[in-house]
């Protein structure tokens, strides 16, 4: 079993940043690609990004690319999503993820964080 916890989510201005840290409970995080995706209230969970293995490969939804960065870092059993250019559509619980074989289908991932609040105002 790996547990997954996420934080840094908070309230920002439009235009605004932040960065969310997902800790993983283990060394098997190697193992397993890592993916975030957001849920809005009313809304389906959405893919947002994904991370290989490595490292080496990253995959973002259209309404991020260019403005969120995802990271890891296996010393630290750690995957990042740094968010710039934040707009109020961003606005969503934000949860990392786990999966064998990373993609955007949130079937695909097999362990959850319980998610971190992001809330960007006009």
């Known amino acids: 079993q790996v547990q997954l916890v996420e934080s840094g989510g908070g309230l920002v201005q439009a235009g605004g940043s932040l960065r969310l840290s997902c800790a993983a409970s283990?060394?098997?995080?190697?193992?397993?690609?890592m993916g975030w995706f957001r849920q809005a209230p009313g809304k389906e969970r959405d893919f947002v990004a994904v991370i290989s293995r490595s490292g080496g490969s990253t995959y973002y939804a259209d309404s991020v690319k260019g403005r969120f960065t995802i990271s890891r870092d296996s010393a630290k059993n750690s995957v990042y999503l740094e968010m710039n250019s934040l707009k109020p559509e961003d606005t969503a619980v934000y949860f990392c993820?786990?999966?064998?074989?990373?993609?955007?289908?949130?079937?695909?991932?097999?362990?959850w964080g319980q998610g971190t609040q992001v809330t960007v105002s006009s």
């Open positions: 283990e060394r098997t995080f190697r193992a397993y690609a």
């Open positions: 993820a786990a999966s064998p074989t990373g993609n955007s289908d949130p079937r695909r991932y097999t362990y």
